[in-house]
């Protein structure tokens, strides 16, 4: 569980700007099973176009909140020893 309080101070972010994140990912999770529900357990043949089409924006909306949570507790890994500075990280 994330201090949401301490990452917003350290990572010099409004409560609001917190608050939208919070509410942005709660819509992404939505989103997500909506996507699952809809493409899960098959797609037909003649549904590959829209699933591609679909599922890459689905991919960068995710890609795009990794590096948005990777920003916000990079520091606290590098200052715990979690990762190494110039280490991988993926987003």
Do not use: N
Request: aromatic letters at 6%.
């Amino acid at each position: 569980m994330i201090d949401r309080t301490v990452v917003a101070m350290e990572a010099h972010c409004s409560a609001d700007a917190i608050a939208m994140m919070e509410e942005d990912l709660d819509i992404l999770r939505s989103d997500w099973k909506a996507f699952i529900g809809r493409w899960l357990p098959t797609i037909s043949p003649k549904d590959w176009a829209a699933f591609g089409v679909q599922a890459e924006s689905m991919l960068d909306r995710l890609s795009h909140q990794v590096k948005l949570e990777t920003e916000l507790l990079y520091d606290h890994a590098l200052r715990d020893g979690v990762v190494r500075p110039g280490g991988l990280v993926l987003h």
